[in-house]
């Protein structure tokens, strides 16, 4: 019993971790479903939210959850821009060309802000962010249950908004199948692009609860990066549901893993845990 | 899909004189900025060599250069600690990066394309984690985060080093003129070209890209290997970090990705970048960005793109053929 007393914490914690990891993939899951490309500057554009929120706190005093009201059209912009004058031209050159770019992209991203922030780690100290509450045996930062609260109204929004909107439908029609949405009149290339701008405010969000929750330096994204890729493979290519799933996986996996291996072997765990879906399970549990 | 090139022939020849003149620089006593500039133009050469021999020719972006780099230079370091010459150091070090690729081709050859580039992504990171945590052979101030020097090196001079890594270099452009001419070669331009008709014509595509993916493993970890008996330090930040992966895409792109002469002129260009930028810190690495976006949407072909077009070219490469 004082075993599972003592793992109740680290489990809650996971479960509610997976929140975070789910809005971070959930980006990379939509372009990775719908427009088949692998946006490896997608960790650095989440942390683009975070610097977001921290400038929006320490400049102008604003609470970083309030801020998203601005930062997710800026990011919107930003992502409609980055689809339509980069990706898809890429895209029309070759497969190789949009990870280079991407790449490209990463390199530029990771150190504008140690330019502009410098390397040193910052983070989202907010008067919640430190509280925690307790239920039985279980102690739990505030900011964890925050962003598992998050993931649930993102989740919920993301899914009505492909179901019931026109641009919704266009953007699920454009993904089954490119050419027959386009012999159907949809504009794919602008269709992509407001998939990739919905990515990016996606990843608004994910910055401001990434920065609640970690500190994080310019080149925290790629270690976000890696798990959003294994949260995406794991849950299926462009599944809202799968997507989930496979943050709860992951949260609970780093957290499960910190309590029986350490702090230090953490992230460990949750990289090897990317290698062993891509070999055993590489098309995920909610995979088409 | 890529327009129809004439390899140059007939140019084994020259590169032979123009090896033996550079073995020469040491002896004739060029200065020693100039040995470091072509000793650092010989590993980058060999490392873009082989990431575009994955890239170019087996279309397999790999993101982890710096995997096979950093085992391979951990193998060293750690052999010597354990009495292993420094010679056969480099050795083992370019084994033991193609035995990690031989197993890792498992979970990441499973899919193609975009699974192939995260798993590849991943294997640097986890690499660097194992060896903050785990420490071989333990001493006061080394192992872990802090790394280990190369030992038994004291009478290694520049001139050796120097000439380890243009025998590598020479080596890794006749190691793709070999394979690009024998049956892997050919292999890997039909599963270039459409991966199922080659698969359905009998052309065993797993093991094509496994051997390519291991013989590029061992050159890049012969390459790091060496550079890490010139540096004679070695910790897990520097070793598995994703600069190795600039510089290689960097030297390819700028070449010419999936064009046989590009990694020359590519390679050139990034260690001019290199010196020319060392002192800018960030904004080097935001230059160096830029160009990767810039010349893949505006000339994808790099470098050799726009020579192979000139009529200069095509007249010197017939002149070569005559020799």
Same mark, same amino acid.
Request: hydrophobic letters at 55%.
């Given at each position: 019993? =004082?075993?599972?007393?003592?793992?109740?914490?680290p489990i809650?914690m996971g479960l509610m971790l997976g929140g975070l990891y789910a809005v971070i993939a959930l980006g990379l899951s939509l372009v990775f479903g719908v427009i088949k490309e692998i946006n490896i500057?997608h960790g650095?554009?989440v942390?683009?939210?975070?610097?977001?929120? *921290?400038?929006?706190?320490?400049?102008?005093?604003?609470?970083?959850?309030?801020?998203?009201?601005?930062?997710?059209?800026?990011?919107?912009?930003?992502?409609?821009?980055?689809?339509?004058?980069?990706?898809?031209?890429?895209?029309?050159?070759?497969m190789?060309?949009t990870l280079?770019?991407a790449?490209?992209?990463?390199?530029?991203?990771?150190?504008?802000?140690?330019?502009?922030?410098?390397?040193?780690?910052?983070?989202?100290? =907010?008067?919640?962010?430190?509280?925690?509450?307790?239920?039985?045996?279980?102690?739990?930062?505030?900011? *964890?249950?925050?962003?598992f609260?998050?993931a649930i109204?993102v989740m919920?929004?993301l899914h009505?908004?492909l179901?019931? =909107?026109?641009?919704?439908?266009?953007?699920r029609?454009?993904a089954q199948n490119?050419?027959?949405?386009?012999?159907?009149?949809?504009?794919?290339?602008?269709?992509?692009?407001?998939?990739?701008?919905?990515s990016?405010?996606l990843?608004?969000?994910a910055?401001?609860?990434?920065?609640? =929750?970690?500190?994080?330096?310019?080149?925290?994204?790629m270690s976000f990066l890696i798990i959003a890729l294994g949260v995406v493979v794991l849950g299926g290519m462009g599944s809202i549901v799968g997507t989930f799933v496979g943050g709860i996986t992951f949260g609970l996996a780093q957290t499960l893993g910190g309590y029986f291996f350490?702090?230090?072997a953490q992230m460990l765990v949750a990289y090897v845990m990317v290698l062993v879906v891509l070999a055993v399970i590489p098309r995920g549990i909610f995979g088409r | 899909?890529?327009?129809?090139?004439?390899?140059?022939? &007939?140019?084994?020849?020259?590169?032979?004189?123009?090896?033996?003149?550079?073995?020469?620089?040491?002896?004739?006593?060029?200065?020693?900025?100039?040995?470091?500039?072509?000793?650092?133009?010989?590993?980058?050469?060999?490392?873009?060599?082989?990431?575009?021999?994955?890239?170019?020719?087996s279309g397999l972006v790999s993101l982890c250069?710096?995997a %096979?780099?950093?085992?391979?230079?951990?193998?060293?370091?750690?052999?010597?600690?354990?009495?292993?010459?420094?010679?056969?150091?480099?050795?083992?070090?370019?084994?033991?990066?193609?035995?990690f690729a031989a197993i890792v081709s498992f979970p990441v050859f499973r899919l193609k394309g975009i699974y192939f580039a995260i798993g590849t992504l991943v294997l640097p990171e986890v690499l660097?984690y194992v060896?903050?945590?785990?420490?071989?052979?333990?001493?006061?101030?080394?192992?872990?985060?802090?790394?280990?020097?190369?030992?038994?090196?004291?009478?290694?001079?520049?001139?050796?080093?120097?000439?380890?890594?243009?025998?590598?270099?020479?080596?890794?452009?006749?190691?793709?003129?070999?394979?690009?001419?024998?049956?892997?070669?050919?292999?890997?331009?039909?599963?270039?070209?459409?991966e199922n008709?080659?698969a359905?014509?009998?052309?065993n595509v797993f093991s094509?890209k496994l051997?390519?993916f291991?013989?590029?493993? %061992?050159?890049?970890?012969?390459?790091?290997?060496?550079?890490?008996?010139?540096? &004679?330090?070695?910790?897990?930040?520097?070793?598995?970090?994703?600069?190795?992966?600039?510089?290689?895409?960097?030297?390819?792109?700028?070449?010419?990705?999936?064009?046989?002469?590009?990694?020359?002129?590519?390679?050139?260009?990034?260690?001019?970048?290199?010196?020319?930028?060392?002192?800018?810190?960030?904004?080097?690495?935001?230059?160096?960005?830029?160009?990767?976006?810039?010349?893949?949407?505006?000339?994808?072909?790099?470098?050799?793109?726009?020579?192979?077009?000139?009529?200069?070219?095509?007249?010197?490469?017939?002149?070569?053929?005559?020799?």
């Amino acid at each position: 019993m =004082t075993l599972l007393n003592e793992l109740a914490t680290p489990i809650v914690m996971g479960l509610m971790l997976g929140g975070l990891y789910a809005v971070i993939a959930l980006g990379l899951s939509l372009v990775f479903g719908v427009i088949k490309e692998i946006n490896i500057a997608h960790g650095d554009l989440v942390i683009l939210g975070s610097y977001f929120g *921290y400038v929006a706190m320490t400049v102008f005093g604003i609470d970083p959850i309030l801020s998203l009201i601005i930062g997710m059209p800026i990011l919107f912009g930003i992502g409609f821009v980055i689809q339509k004058y980069l990706f898809n031209r890429a895209f029309k050159i070759s497969m190789d060309a949009t990870l280079i770019i991407a790449f490209g992209l990463s390199l530029i991203l990771q150190n504008t802000y140690q330019l502009i922030w410098t390397p040193m780690a910052r983070g989202l100290t =907010t008067s919640y962010a430190l509280e925690s509450f307790s239920a039985g045996p279980v102690h739990v930062p505030l900011v *964890y249950l925050l962003d598992f609260l998050a993931a649930i109204a993102v989740m919920l929004f993301l899914h009505l908004f492909l179901k019931r =909107t026109y641009l919704g439908r266009a953007i699920r029609a454009a993904a089954q199948n490119r050419k027959t949405a386009h012999l159907m009149g949809i504009n794919t290339d602008r269709v992509y692009a407001y998939t990739f701008a919905i990515s990016m405010a996606l990843a608004a969000v994910a910055g401001v609860f990434l920065g609640l =929750t970690f500190s994080f330096t310019p080149i925290s994204g790629m270690s976000f990066l890696i798990i959003a890729l294994g949260v995406v493979v794991l849950g299926g290519m462009g599944s809202i549901v799968g997507t989930f799933v496979g943050g709860i996986t992951f949260g609970l996996a780093q957290t499960l893993g910190g309590y029986f291996f350490g702090v230090a072997a953490q992230m460990l765990v949750a990289y090897v845990m990317v290698l062993v879906v891509l070999a055993v399970i590489p098309r995920g549990i909610f995979g088409r | 899909m890529k327009a129809k090139i004439p390899r140059p022939r &007939g140019v084994l020849t020259p590169l032979i004189a123009v090896t033996v003149v550079l073995a020469l620089f040491p002896v004739i006593g060029i200065s020693r900025a100039w040995l470091l500039y072509l000793f650092l133009f010989f590993i980058y050469l060999s490392m873009a060599n082989m990431w575009n021999l994955l890239a170019g020719y087996s279309g397999l972006v790999s993101l982890c250069p710096a995997a %096979f780099v950093g085992l391979a230079g951990y193998t060293l370091a750690i052999g010597t600690w354990f009495g292993l010459p420094w010679y056969l150091g480099i050795i083992f070090g370019g084994i033991a990066a193609a035995a990690f690729a031989a197993i890792v081709s498992f979970p990441v050859f499973r899919l193609k394309g975009i699974y192939f580039a995260i798993g590849t992504l991943v294997l640097p990171e986890v690499l660097r984690y194992v060896l903050t945590i785990w420490i071989p052979i333990g001493a006061p101030v080394y192992g872990g985060g802090s790394g280990y020097t190369v030992k038994g090196i004291a009478d290694v001079s520049g001139s050796h080093t120097y000439w380890m890594a243009l025998a590598i270099g020479a080596a890794s452009i006749f190691l793709m003129r070999y394979i690009l001419s024998s049956k892997l070669g050919s292999g890997l331009a039909a599963i270039r070209d459409n991966e199922n008709t080659a698969a359905s014509s009998g052309v065993n595509v797993f093991s094509l890209k496994l051997s390519s993916f291991v013989i590029a493993a %061992f050159v890049t970890g012969i390459a790091g290997a060496i550079f890490y008996v010139y540096q &004679g330090y070695i910790e897990p930040v520097s070793a598995f970090s994703v600069r190795w992966l600039v510089i290689v895409m960097l030297a390819t792109v700028i070449g010419g990705e999936g064009t046989e002469e590009g990694p020359v002129p590519g390679a050139i260009v990034v260690v001019v970048l290199y010196f020319l930028l060392a002192r800018y810190g960030e904004i080097s690495l935001i230059i160096q960005g830029s160009i990767l976006v810039g010349i893949m949407l505006l000339a994808p072909q790099g470098i050799m793109g726009f020579i192979r077009k000139t009529r200069a070219y095509r007249y010197l490469l017939k002149f070569i053929a005559r020799l």
